[in-house]
C-alpha cells in the first residue's frame, strides 16, 4: 500500500515512521520548503536511535529510509491509498487540504485527520466525498505510543473505516474507536488528572505532594509532572479547548492555578522549570490514599458521562487511558478497585464541599447515581 501524509512536523513524520517501518511506501510533503528538506535527516535521527539501542538493526533502518519519499506538491500524492493530514491545528486549513486532496484520489482511498480537537465531521463537511473521511489519532512520539484513537463521523463509509483500522493495527499499534465527540476518549478522559490535582492545589496542597500521593499509587508520573512533561502551555490551550466544546461545564473548569503557572513562564521541561520539575519528589504524604482516591473518583465519573454518551465501551475506555497516558489502570477498573460505595460517596462529598464556581462539577453521571 502506499501511505500519504500531509505536515512533516513532529506528529507527520513520525506517523510516516510508523508505516514506513510497517513496509509501506510512505510519499510526504509539507508546505513549507524547510520541512520537506530536512524530514529525510529527521527521520534517519530517529532510526538511528533505534539502531543505536539495539532496537533496530541498520539494515532495516537503510530499507525504511528507503520507503519515504518526500514530494514537493500535493498532486505527487494521488497514488496513495490512505493519506493521513497532520498540518496545522486549523479547521480551514484541514478543509482546504482536504478539498485539495479528495479530486486528486482514486475514489477508494481513505482520507484520516489526526486532529486532536476539532470536529471529524466539521472536516469533512462540504467534500464531495464526506464518506471517505475519518479521525486517525496519534500520540506523541508516534512511533513509540502504541494507541491509535479511530475516529468515524457520521456518514464515514466502514470499507473506509476497516481499511485504515487493519492497516494501523498491521502497522503495530491497538486501535480504539471511540465518537466524533471533544477530546475523543483520552483528552477527555484525562482532564481530571489535572483538574483534580489542581483543585487541591488551590485548596492549598502542594503539587509536590499531590504528585508523590499518585506515583505511590502506581503512576509512572504525577499530574503535575505530567503537565511539566507536556508543557503547560500546551496543556493549558488543550483544557481551554475542551472546556469552550463542553459549554464551560465546570467538569472542565479551568483553574487560574494554571493559568498563573503559563503566565510565570515556567511551563516545564522545556524552559528549566515547571510545577515540580526539575525537583525530586518527597515521600508520599501521610493521607496519599485520600488523595488518590479522590483524583480517581473524578477520573471514574468523567469516563462514566462519556460511556452514557454512547459510541465507546468501558473497555475501550480503559485501554485508551492505559495506551494512551501510561496509567496504570482505566477509570473502570479503579472503580472496581475502590468499590461504587467509595467513588459515590466521595463524590458526593466534594459536590456538597465545592464552591460556588465548582458547584455541578461532581455532579455523578447516571451510571453512577447512588
Ligand atoms: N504534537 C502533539 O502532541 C500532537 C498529538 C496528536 C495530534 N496532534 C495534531 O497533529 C497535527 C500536527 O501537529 P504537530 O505537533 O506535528 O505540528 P507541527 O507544527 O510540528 O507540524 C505541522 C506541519 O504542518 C505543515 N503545514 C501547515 N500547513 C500546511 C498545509 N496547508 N499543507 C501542508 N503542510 C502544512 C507545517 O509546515 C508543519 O511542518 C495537529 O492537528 C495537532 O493537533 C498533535
Given at each position: 500500500m502506499t501511505i500519504g501524509i500531509i505536515g512533516l512536523g513532529a506528529m507527520g513524520l513520525g506517523i510516516a515512521q510508523v508505516y514506513a517501518q510497517a513496509g509501506h511506501e510512505v510519499l510526504a510533503t509539507d508546505a513549507n520548503a524547510e520541512a520537506r528538506g530536512s524530514a529525510a535527516a529527521r527521520l534517519a535521527r530517529s532510526l538511528d536511535a533505534r539502531v543505536a539501542k539495539g532496537a533496530m538493526t541498520a539494515e532495516t533502518r537503510d530499507a525504511v529510509l528507503g520507503h519515504l519519499r518526500v514530494a514537493d506538491r500535493i498532486e505527487d500524492l494521488a497514488p496513495a491509498d490512505l493519506v493521513i493530514e497532520a498540518v496545522v491545528?486549523?479547521?480551514?486549513?484541514?478543509?482546504?487540504?482536504?478539498?485539495?486532496?479528495?479530486?486528486?484520489?482514486?475514489?477508494?482511498?481513505?482520507?484520516?485527520?489526526?486532529?486532536?480537537?476539532?470536529?471529524?465531521?466539521?472536516?469533512?463537511?462540504?467534500?464531495?466525498?464526506?464518506?471517505?473521511?475519518?479521525?486517525?489519532?496519534?500520540?506523541?512520539?508516534?512511533?513509540?505510543?502504541?494507541?491509535?484513537?479511530?475516529?468515524?463521523?457520521?456518514?464515514t463509509a466502514p470499507d473506509a473505516l476497516a481499511k485504515a483500522r487493519s492497516l494501523t493495527e498491521a502497522a503495530g499499534k491497538t486501535v480504539i474507536q471511540c465518537a466524533d465527540r471533544p477530546g475523543f476518549i483520552v483528552n477527555r478522559c484525562a482532564r481530571p488528572y489535572y483538574g483534580e490535582a489542581l483543585a487541591l492545589l488551590s485548596e492549598g496542597r502542594s503539587a509536590a505532594e499531590i504528585d508523590a500521593a499518585m506515583v505511590a499509587a502506581g503512576f509512572p508520573v504525577g499530574p503535575f509532572g505530567l503537565i511539566d512533561l507536556i508543557g503547560a502551555d500546551i496543556n493549558l490551550a488543550a483544557t481551554e479547548s475542551l472546556a469552550a466544546a463542553m459549554g464551560d461545564h465546570p467538569r472542565y473548569h479551568v483553574f487560574p492555578a494554571l493559568k498563573a503557572q503559563v503566565a510565570s513562564g515556567n511551563l516545564g521541561r522545556k524552559t528549566g522549570r515547571g510545577f515540580v520539575f526539575p525537583d525530586p519528589l518527597p515521600p508520599a504524604p501521610s493521607d496519599a490514599a485520600a488523595i488518590t482516591l479522590r483524583i480517581e473518583a473524578v477520573l471514574?465519573?468523567?469516563?462514566?458521562?462519556?460511556?452514557?454518551?454512547?459510541?465507546?465501551?468501558?473497555?475501550?475506555?480503559?485501554?485508551?487511558?492505559?495506551?494512551?497516558?501510561?496509567?496504570p489502570r482505566g477509570p473502570f477498573a479503579m472503580l472496581a478497585q475502590h468499590g461504587r460505595d467509595a467513588v459515590q460517596t466521595t463524590l458526593a462529598a466534594l459536590e456538597t464541599a465545592a464552591p460556588p464556581g465548582l458547584k455541578g462539577r461532581y455532579l455523578p453521571a447516571p451510571d453512577l447515581r447512588p
Open positions: 491545528e486549523r479547521l480551514d486549513v484541514k478543509q482546504a487540504v482536504f478539498a485539495a486532496l479528495e479530486g486528486l484520489l482514486s475514489p477508494d482511498a481513505v482520507l484520516a485527520t489526526n486532529t486532536s480537537s476539532l470536529s471529524v465531521g466539521a472536516i469533512a463537511a462540504g467534500l464531495s466525498r464526506p464518506d471517505r473521511l475519518l479521525g486517525l489519532h496519534f500520540f506523541n512520539p508516534a512511533p513509540a505510543m502504541r494507541l491509535v484513537e479511530l475516529i468515524p463521523h457520521p456518514t471514574v465519573n468523567e469516563a462514566a458521562w462519556l460511556l452514557a454518551e454512547g459510541g465507546t465501551t468501558a473497555e475501550a475506555i480503559d485501554t485508551a487511558l492505559r495506551l494512551g497516558l501510561n496509567f
